[in-house]
């Protein structure tokens, strides 16, 4: 009979997702993932599998987990236009004070890694429609409700997307909450000339 494992795997593929989101896939070395992970290269590789492996699955977790969170605030609001401007607040809250400083890790591995790895390219490509489709449901909501600037509708979800891709990029510089809340802001007022601007401070 097999021992049973003496760590709680989860815990450890959340130190996992931090270390390859800080450090980026060719800066993390094994022995990087095994210290923040607390554990020795043999308990990584009998778990993971590796680390291309470990990655894959730190990708999921970080997509299910970090990612899934901003997207559900999409849906909370009470109208459209409220659950893109709470999106991009969350996310901004998180470039400024939290994790997100590190940028995306979604839009890291496609920098770092889309090129050479078709799986890990196909993963981001389904993220990243999936991050569309939500814009595209709540833009469908507020041109219902006439929030939207004429002639824009669904089909501006993906600005959004490159919106989002590119303050993701931008955090990574430190530019502080002012500079991003206005870059978020003109994005915004171009669909919807009467959505309040995010509060920069």
């Given at each position: 009979?097999s021992?049973?494992?003496?760590?709680?795997?989860?815990?450890?593929?959340?130190r996992?997702?931090d270390?390859?989101?800080?450090?980026g896939?060719d800066?993390t070395?094994?022995?990087?993932?095994?210290?923040?992970?607390?554990?020795n290269?043999?308990?990584?590789?009998?778990?993971?599998?590796?680390?291309?492996?470990?990655?894959l699955?730190?990708l999921d977790?970080?997509m299910?987990s970090?990612s899934?969170?901003?997207?559900?605030?999409v849906?909370?609001?009470?109208?459209?236009?409220a659950?893109?401007?709470?999106?991009?607040?969350?996310v901004?809250?998180?470039?400024t004070?939290?994790?997100?400083?590190?940028?995306?890790?979604?839009?890291?591995?496609?920098?770092?890694l889309s090129?050479?790895?078709?799986?890990?390219?196909?993963?981001?490509?389904?993220?990243?429609?999936?991050?569309e489709?939500?814009?595209?449901?709540?833009?469908?909501?507020?041109?219902?409700?006439g929030?939207?600037?004429?002639?824009?509708?669904?089909?501006?979800?993906?600005?959004?997307?490159?919106v989002?891709?590119?303050l993701?990029?931008l955090a990574?510089?430190?530019p502080?909450?002012?500079?991003?809340c206005?870059?978020?802001?003109?994005?915004?007022a171009?669909?919807?000339p009467?959505?309040?601007?995010?509060?920069?401070?």
């Open positions: 009979m021992r049973p494992r003496e760590f709680d795997s989860a815990a450890a593929l959340d996992a997702v270390t390859f989101w800080e450090r896939y800066g070395a094994v022995q990087d993932l095994c210290s923040a992970m607390d554990l290269p043999g308990s990584l590789y009998g778990a993971f599998g590796g680390k291309r492996s470990l990655f699955a730190a977790r970080y299910d970090v899934k969170l901003a997207i559900d605030c849906g909370a609001a009470p109208s459209g236009m659950g893109i401007r709470a999106f991009f607040d969350d901004i809250q998180g470039m004070s939290g994790k997100r400083k590190w940028g995306c890790l979604i839009t890291n591995s496609v920098a770092e090129l050479r790895d078709a799986e890990i390219a196909e993963k981001v490509r389904l993220h990243l429609a999936r991050v489709n939500t814009f595209a449901g709540a833009l469908a909501r507020a041109k219902a409700a929030e939207l600037a004429p002639g824009i509708g669904p089909e501006s979800a993906a600005y959004l997307v490159c989002l891709q590119g993701n990029v990574k510089t430190r502080g909450r002012k500079t991003l206005a870059i978020a802001d003109v994005a915004l171009a669909l919807s009467s959505v309040p601007p995010l509060a920069s401070k």
